[in-house]
C-alpha cells in the first residue's frame, strides 16, 4: 500500500509542478501553448535536460522539472527504511531518479 502511495505522489507531484510552471508565465495561458510546449519538452526527451540546445554538456537530470520533483521525493523518503526485497541492485537515488523522469514524461 505505502509503494502504491509513493508511486502516486511522484505523478501527482509532477502535475503540480508543471501546473504552477504554466501559471507562473504568461505565454502558457491558452490550453494549446500549453500542449505545443509539451510536444516539444517530449521530443527528444528535451524535458530531462538542462540545456537540450548544447551537444557538448546538455546537463541530463538537471532540468528544473526533473530537479523540483526529485527535491519533493528525496525529501519525503528522508529516514524510511529500505525493504531488502525491493532491492533491485540500484541504488536508491538512481531508482527515484528514474522514477522522477518518468513522470515527468507522464505529467
Do not use: C, H
Amino acid at each position: 500500500q505505502r509503494i502504491s502511495e509513493w508511486r502516486g505522489n511522484f505523478g501527482s507531484t509532477a502535475i503540480t509542478i508543471l501546473m504552477a510552471f504554466f501559471a507562473s508565465t504568461d505565454e502558457f495561458k491558452t490550453k494549446e501553448a500549453r500542449k505545443d510546449y509539451a510536444e516539444y519538452q517530449l521530443e527528444d526527451s528535451r524535458f530531462v535536460y538542462e540545456d537540450p540546445d548544447n551537444e557538448d554538456s546538455p546537463g541530463a537530470f538537471l532540468s528544473e522539472f526533473i530537479l523540483r520533483i526529485f527535491a519533493v521525493q528525496l525529501n519525503a523518503t528522508q529516514g524510511r527504511q529500505i525493504i531488502d526485497s525491493l532491492d533491485f541492485g540500484l541504488p536508491g537515488y538512481q531508482t527515484a531518479l528514474a522514477l522522477t523522469t518518468a513522470a515527468v514524461s507522464f505529467a
